[in-house]
C-alpha cells in the first residue's frame, strides 16, 4: 500500500481507503470482515457517514485496540430517524448524532470532522454562517476532531468551501462521467441520460479548477463514487457507453490534482481486495487511456489526462506528471512553491525533451507533447 499526504494536514492516507457502505449491509455483519482486511492490507482511510447506531457500535468493537491504526473520516449532520440515515442542519440533532457516534465507537476523538454532503452555494451559506460550522470549529478547538472537512458532489459548493480556507479536506465524487458535467445542485443529473445524449468534450473547467485549486491550497481529496456506484464497471449502465475496470477507475481518481485516497465502497470483502490490488497493479492494468479513447460519447481530444500511456520516454520523462504540474502553473499563473518542489523532485526534467515525438505517437488524445515540455522548460527554468 502507498500512502499520501492529506494536503496540509500532516495526516499520511493510504491511496485505497474504505468507504462504509459494506458495514451498512447485511446490518453490518461484514464489519469485522472488513475491518480486518482493512487492518492487514495497510488501509488506514475510512469514511464513516453512517448514522446506525448498530452499525457504529460495531465498528466501535472491530475498532477496540487498534483505534490509532485508522485515520476516521466521520461525518457531522448525519442522523438516525425512523430507522434510517437522514441529512440535517439542527444543531441540536447535528451534535446529538455526533456525541452518540463518539460513545459508540468508543473514542473521545475523530481525526476528520466531515460536514455532510453541501450540495448547493445556499447550502454552504447556512453551514459557514450557522451553528453548524460553529460547533465544528469548537470540537477542533477541544481536539475532538483534528481537522475540518467537507463533502459535497456539486463542484460550485465546493469551491466555494475550499476558498474559505475553513475546510481542510474535500471529500468529493470524482469519475470520467461526473467530471464532464456543469456544476448542479441535483447528483442525480450527473447520470441523467439525457446529459450524454450529445457527444461531450472535455472534462468541465469548474470541476478541473476545483482539483487544482485545492492542489494549490493545500485542502485533501477523499474521492467518493469513482465507480459511479458500479455503474461505470458494466457497459449497460455506464453513461459512457462502455465498462472500464476497477483498477482504471481507481488510477483515474488518483491521478487527478489534489486527491489523496480513493473510497473503496466495499459491499464485500471481494470488492475491497479488488480495489487493494491496486497496489500491486501493473502499469499496463491501471492505464485508462485507451479505454477512454474508445468511449463512444465523449472526447478528451488535445486534453491531456495524466493517464501515462506515452510512457515510456526514451530520456525517461513522466510526461504525465511534468503535464500536471504544468497545468497547475498555468491555472495560477505563476509557479506555486509546493508544484515547483515537486517538479525538482522528478528526475528528468522537461528540459530534456529531445522532440522525438514517440510519446505524441502513443497518445490516444492527440497531446502536442513536444510543445508541451518545451514551455515547461521555459516556465520551470529547466
Ligand atoms: S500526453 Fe497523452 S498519453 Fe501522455 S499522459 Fe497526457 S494524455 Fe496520457
Ligand atoms: S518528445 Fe520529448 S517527452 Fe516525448 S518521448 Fe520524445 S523526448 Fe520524451
Given at each position: 500500500?502507498?500512502?499520501?499526504?492529506?494536503?496540509?494536514?500532516?495526516?499520511?492516507?493510504?491511496?485505497?481507503?474504505?468507504?462504509?457502505?459494506?458495514?451498512?449491509d447485511h446490518e453490518g455483519a461484514l464489519t469485522d470482515e472488513l475491518m480486518d482486511l482493512a487492518f492487514e492490507a495497510g488501509v488506514n482511510y475510512i469514511d464513516l457517514y453512517i448514522s446506525s447506531p448498530d452499525v457504529r457500535s460495531r465498528?466501535?468493537?472491530?475498532?477496540?485496540?487498534?483505534?490509532?491504526?485508522?485515520?476516521?473520516?466521520?461525518?457531522?449532520?448525519t442522523v438516525w430517524r425512523d430507522g434510517q440515515y437522514q441529512r440535517t442542519r439542527d444543531i441540536s440533532q447535528v451534535k446529538?448524532?455526533?456525541?452518540?457516534?463518539?460513545?459508540?465507537?468508543?473514542?473521545?476523538?475523530?481525526?476528520?470532522?466531515?460536514?455532510?454532503?453541501?450540495?448547493?452555494l445556499e447550502d454552504w451559506n447556512t453551514v459557514c454562517q450557522g451553528p453548524v460550522l460553529e460547533y465544528a470549529r469548537e470540537?477542533?478547538?477541544?481536539?475532538?476532531?483534528?481537522?475540518?472537512?467537507?463533502?459535497?458532489?456539486?463542484?460550485?459548493?465546493?469551491?466555494?468551501?475550499?476558498k474559505s480556507g475553513e475546510i481542510e479536506v474535500l471529500m468529493f465524487s470524482i469519475n470520467p462521467c461526473y467530471d464532464m458535467q456543469p456544476a448542479g445542485e441535483n447528483v442525480e443529473d450527473l447520470w441523467d441520460e439525457k446529459n450524454y445524449a450529445e457527444r461531450l468534450v472535455n472534462m468541465d473547467p469548474g470541476r478541473?479548477?476545483?482539483?487544482?485549486?485545492c492542489s494549490r491550497l493545500g485542502v485533501g481529496?477523499?474521492?467518493?463514487?469513482?465507480?459511479?456506484?458500479?455503474?461505470?464497471?458494466?457497459?449497460?449502465?455506464?453513461?459512457?457507453?462502455?465498462?472500464?475496470?476497477?483498477?482504471?477507475c481507481l488510477h483515474y481518481a488518483l491521478t487527478r490534482p489534489g486527491v489523496a485516497t480513493v473510497l473503496s465502497g466495499a459491499h464485500t470483502a471481494e470488492e475491497l481486495k479488488a480495489c487493494i490490488r491496486y497496489g500491486d497493479a501493473s502499469d499496463e492494468e491501471r492505464d485508462y487511456g485507451e479505454a477512454f479513447a474508445e468511449f463512444p460519447k465523449i472526447s478528451w481530444e488535445g486534453h491531456c489526462m495524466y493517464c501515462g500511456h506515452c510512457a515510456?520516454?526514451?530520456?525517461?520523462?513522466?510526461?504525465?506528471?511534468?503535464m500536471k504540474f504544468l497545468n497547475l502553473a498555468r491555472a495560477q499563473g505563476s509557479v506555486p512553491e509546493t508544484v515547483r518542489e515537486h517538479y525538482e523532485a522528478l528526475p528528468h526534467k522537461a528540459g530534456a525533451c529531445v522532440g522525438c515525438k514517440a510519446c505524441e505517437e502513443r497518445c490516444p488524445f492527440g497531446v502536442a507533447v513536444a510543445e508541451q515540455m518545451e514551455q515547461a522548460a521555459g516556465i520551470f527554468g529547466k
Amino acid at each position: 500500500m502507498k500512502y499520501r499526504e492529506l494536503g496540509t494536514t500532516g495526516l499520511l492516507v493510504s491511496e485505497i481507503g474504505m468507504g462504509c457502505e459494506g458495514f451498512v449491509d447485511h446490518e453490518g455483519a461484514l464489519t469485522d470482515e472488513l475491518m480486518d482486511l482493512a487492518f492487514e492490507a495497510g488501509v488506514n482511510y475510512i469514511d464513516l457517514y453512517i448514522s446506525s447506531p448498530d452499525v457504529r457500535s460495531r465498528l466501535g468493537k472491530a475498532l477496540k485496540g487498534r483505534r490509532e491504526a485508522f485515520i476516521l473520516q466521520a461525518h457531522l449532520c448525519t442522523v438516525w430517524r425512523d430507522g434510517q440515515y437522514q441529512r440535517t442542519r439542527d444543531i441540536s440533532q447535528v451534535k446529538e448524532s455526533f456525541q452518540d457516534l463518539l460513545r459508540r465507537l468508543d473514542t473521545d476523538y475523530i481525526d476528520v470532522g466531515m460536514i455532510h454532503y453541501v450540495d448547493s452555494l445556499e447550502d454552504w451559506n447556512t453551514v459557514c454562517q450557522g451553528p453548524v460550522l460553529e460547533y465544528a470549529r469548537e470540537l477542533k478547538r477541544q481536539g475532538v476532531i483534528r481537522h475540518i472537512g467537507l463533502s459535497s458532489h456539486n463542484p460550485e459548493a465546493a469551491m466555494a468551501a475550499v476558498k474559505s480556507g475553513e475546510i481542510e479536506v474535500l471529500m468529493f465524487s470524482i469519475n470520467p462521467c461526473y467530471d464532464m458535467q456543469p456544476a448542479g445542485e441535483n447528483v442525480e443529473d450527473l447520470w441523467d441520460e439525457k446529459n450524454y445524449a450529445e457527444r461531450l468534450v472535455n472534462m468541465d473547467p469548474g470541476r478541473e479548477a476545483l482539483y487544482e485549486t485545492c492542489s494549490r491550497l493545500g485542502v485533501g481529496i477523499t474521492v467518493m463514487k469513482a465507480f459511479g456506484g458500479g455503474d461505470l464497471l458494466d457497459a449497460k449502465l455506464s453513461p459512457a457507453g462502455m465498462a472500464l475496470t476497477p483498477l482504471q477507475c481507481l488510477h483515474y481518481a488518483l491521478t487527478r490534482p489534489g486527491v489523496a485516497t480513493v473510497l473503496s465502497g466495499a459491499h464485500t470483502a471481494e470488492e475491497l481486495k479488488a480495489c487493494i490490488r491496486y497496489g500491486d497493479a501493473s502499469d499496463e492494468e491501471r492505464d485508462y487511456g485507451e479505454a477512454f479513447a474508445e468511449f463512444p460519447k465523449i472526447s478528451w481530444e488535445g486534453h491531456c489526462m495524466y493517464c501515462g500511456h506515452c510512457a515510456p520516454c526514451p530520456v525517461g520523462i513522466d510526461v504525465a506528471s511534468v503535464m500536471k504540474f504544468l497545468n497547475l502553473a498555468r491555472a495560477q499563473g505563476s509557479v506555486p512553491e509546493t508544484v515547483r518542489e515537486h517538479y525538482e523532485a522528478l528526475p528528468h526534467k522537461a528540459g530534456a525533451c529531445v522532440g522525438c515525438k514517440a510519446c505524441e505517437e502513443r497518445c490516444p488524445f492527440g497531446v502536442a507533447v513536444a510543445e508541451q515540455m518545451e514551455q515547461a522548460a521555459g516556465i520551470f527554468g529547466k
